[in-house]
C-alpha cells in the first residue's frame, strides 16, 4: 500500500506540470470524435460478418436432404452469390474528423461468390440424382400411389425381431415381386420432398426388404444394420400398422 508521502509527492508534480503548460488543453470535440471513430471501426466487422454468413442448411430426413430441400438451398446459395453490399469505413479528411465514410475496399470477410455458386450447383446435382432415381423406380406409377406405403394400405398385423420387424399383408398386395418393387419407387418418391410419412419405416437408412408370400397372404421382413435404428424401425411399424387398420375401419 502506497505510503501519503508518495502519493502527495505525485499529486505536487501535478501541479508543477499544469502550471508549466506540459499537459494540453483538450480540444473541442475530439474526444467525442474519437471514440465515434472507434465504435463504427469496431462496428464495420461485425456488420460485415453478419451480412456474409452463410444461409443456414435444411435439416433434411434421415436419408439426408429430399430433392425440394436441395432445390431450396441453391437458391438461397444463388441469392448469397449475388449478394454484393459494400459498408463505409470510417475515415475522414482532416485529422480527427472520423465522421466521413468512404466505402470499404473489400465486400466480404468469410464466402465468396465463387464458393457459394459452387455450392448451389452441388445442391441441383443432388436433387437430379433424387428425381432421376425416382423415375427408374417408379416409371409411369401414378404420383398418388407411389406417394403411399404398401405396409400402410395392405397392413395386417406385425411382429418384432432382433434386428428390426415382420409386417404381415394382405394378398391384394400382390406377389412378392410386384410388393418389392412397389416399397422401392415409395421410398424414392418420399426423397423428393415432405410427403407427410415421416413415420414410414421404409424412410430410414441402412434397411433390408425381403418378401415372401402364397394364397394366403404376404410376409415382409424390414431390417436395419443399424442397431441403434431398431426401436425406431419398430415404432414405425407400429405406426403404419395402426393407420392400416384404421383405413380399414373406414372402409378404404
Known sequence: MRSAKTLRVRGQGTQDLRRTGAVSAPVRGTPRARSQGMRLLVLAPLLIGCATTPPPEPKGGPRGLRASEHLDAAR??????????????????????????????????????????????????????????YEELCGQTPGREASASPLEVYGVG????????????????????????????????????????????LDLPGIALDARGDAGGITVSIVVR????VPELQRRAAHDLEAAAQRRAKGK
Open 76 to 133: 438461397s446459395h444463388d441469392a448469397a452469390a449475388r449478394q454484393r453490399e459494400a459498408f463505409p469505413d470510417s475515415r475522414g479528411d482532416g485529422p480527427g474528423d472520423v465522421r466521413q465514410p468512404v466505402a470499404m475496399p473489400w465486400y466480404r470477410s468469410w464466402d465468396t461468390a465463387g464458393e457459394q455458386e459452387r455450392m448451389a450447383q452441388s445442391h441441383r446435382a443432388k436433387a437430379a440424382e433424387l428425381h432421376a432415381e
Open 158 to 201: 406385425g411382429w418384432n425381431t432382433a434386428s428390426g420387424v415382420i409386417v404381415y399383408l394382405a394378398p391384394e398386395a400382390g406377389p412378392p415381386e410386384r410388393l418389392l418393387a412397389s416399397m422401392k419407387c415409395h421410398r424414392a418418391a418420399m426423397m423428393l420432398g415432405p410427403s407427410g410419412m415421416e413415420d414410414c419405416p
Open 226 to 229: 443399424d442397431p441403434k435404428l
